[in-house]
């Protein structure tokens, strides 16, 4: 069936330095989204890319959707210990929009 | 405004024993509604998803069903729990529009299978 895997699994990063997740789709999706889930909690909507090639900016973090629409990418720029978390991306299929594929995440560590 | 609710918050079950979780939203009509489950330090497994009252869609065989017997309720159940069931399950729902299917969580219902 369809993979949507991630990499790095963990990453961990000093306040202040970069962070950057990728996100790969083993089939063609119809948009993606990005959700952050924060240690103990649940999962929250950042943002939805449907555009190939589709780049979109929140503050300090930069998404953007692969020209194929098979990829993504996340960027936090100069972390703070308040992006620690686990980010996913989920992709929809043209197919059947009533269901998303979540991507295996990534778990984000900020030391200050 | 929408709201999700989902209970209980937390629970430790032995094995063998049922279970039911419960998923109502406020606020909407005729949502999707989505069962996750996250084992620990895990992604997100879609178990069930419905687009409609009485109509369920199962992904994984498993231990576990679902129902839904009003517009906005949404029942996470198992008649015999198993020590693989434990893990952190996660109600969703969204608008159902193509292309817009974002989805809303709820806290979350933490399963211990003792």
């Known amino acids: 069936g369809q993979q949507v895997m991630q990499i790095p699994q963990y990453q961990h990063v000093q306040e202040g330095e970069d962070f950057t997740t990728y996100c790969n789709s083993s089939?063609?999706?119809?948009?993606i989204q990005w959700y952050k889930q924060r240690p103990g909690g649940h999962p929250v909507f950042l943002i939805q890319?449907?555009?190939?090639?589709e780049v979109k900016k929140q503050k300090r973090l930069t998404f953007q959707f692969g020209e194929a629409k098979k990829n993504s990418s996340l960027h936090i720029t100069a972390t703070q210990t308040t992006d620690v978390g686990t980010y996913f991306c989920?992709?929809?299929?043209?197919?059947?929009?009533?269901?998303?594929?979540f991507g295996t995440g990534t778990r984000l560590q900020v030391f200050p | 405004s929408q709201t999700i609710h989902q209970w209980p918050a937390t629970l430790v079950q032995p094995v063998g024993s049922p279970l039911s979780l419960e998923c109502t939203v406020e606020?909407?009509?005729?949502?999707?509604l989505y069962w996750y489950r996250q084992a620990a330090g895990r992604g997100l497994q879609l178990l069930f998803y419905?687009?409609?009252?009485?109509?369920i869609s199962s992904e994984v065989p498993q231990n576990l069903s679902a129902s839904r017997p009003q517009d906005r309720q949404f029942i996470l159940s198992s008649k015999k729990l198993l020590l693989s069931d434990s893990g952190f399950y996660l109600c969703?729902?969204?608008?159902?529009?193509?292309?817009?299917?974002?989805?809303?969580f709820g806290a979350g219902s933490r399963l211990t299978v003792l």
């Open positions: 969703a729902w969204s608008k159902g529009q193509a292309g817009a299917n974002v989805l809303t």
């Open positions: 089939t063609t999706l119809s948009n």
């Open positions: 890319l449907v555009k190939s090639g």
């Open positions: 989920a992709g929809e299929r043209s197919y059947n929009t009533d269901k998303l594929i």
């Open positions: 606020g909407t009509s005729n949502p999707n």
């Open positions: 419905s687009v409609g009252i009485g109509q």
